[in-house]
């Protein structure tokens, strides 16, 4: 039987999360260059899910105020003001979805979010995914506007801790 463990990502995750996440958003014109992405990885807000040695999913936050996103084509991490905490890509191997890790993920993150602590958790849903992050207590944004590059359908999601 397979054992799935939650951790930090660490600098030898990243040829994995990098390949993650270009298999996932190549063909939606989402992909991030990977110095972009490493970029999004808050220390204590990121992380891995390790199948035996494999990475079969993982999850990038960082701080980021409230009704900004980052842009996909720039590095975008270098912000003003009160920051909350932008959770920027969860992404699950095909071969490990609807196992229950993307709620793992994000229920690990919800804990570390609340022991900083920080008062609200914001993301771009992308892909069709707005349904999974609203049975995790996100809520639609109307009055923040997502930019083209986040693909047809994106929207603003937020949620308090």
Same mark, same amino acid.
């Given at each position: 039987?397979?054992?799935?463990?939650?951790?930090?990502?660490s600098a030898a995750d990243w040829p994995g999360i990098v390949a993650l996440e270009a298999a996932t958003y190549r063909d939606l014109g989402l992909s991030e260059d990977p110095a972009h992405l490493r970029g999004r990885a808050g220390?204590?807000?990121?992380?891995?899910?390790?199948?035996?040695?494999?990475?079969? #999913? =993982?999850?990038?936050?960082?701080?980021?105020p =409230? #009704?900004? =996103?980052? +842009?996909? $084509?720039? +590095?975008? $991490? $270098?912000?003003?003001?009160?920051?909350?905490?932008?959770?920027?890509?969860?992404?699950i191997a095909p071969e490990h979805r609807r196992g229950g890790l993307g709620s793992r993920l994000v229920?690990?993150?919800?804990?570390?979010?609340? +022991?900083?602590?920080?008062?609200?958790?914001?993301?771009?849903?992308?892909?069709?995914?707005? +349904?999974?992050?609203a049975r995790h207590g996100f809520r639609v944004r109307p009055e923040v506007p997502v930019s083209d590059g986040y693909g047809p359908g994106a929207? =603003?999601?937020s949620r308090l801790l």
């Open positions: 039987m397979l054992t799935f463990t939650v951790r930090p990502v220390e204590g807000t990121s992380f891995v899910v390790e199948a035996g040695r494999d990475i079969a #999913g =993982y999850l990038l936050a960082f701080p980021f =409230y #009704g900004r =996103y980052p +842009d996909l $084509t720039a +590095d975008g $991490t $270098t912000v003003t003001g009160p920051a909350g905490l932008h959770l920027h890509d969860l992404v229920s690990v993150l919800l804990a570390a979010a609340r +022991d900083v602590p920080y008062a609200r958790v914001s993301l771009v849903s992308v892909g069709g995914s707005h +349904d999974f992050w929207t =603003y999601m």
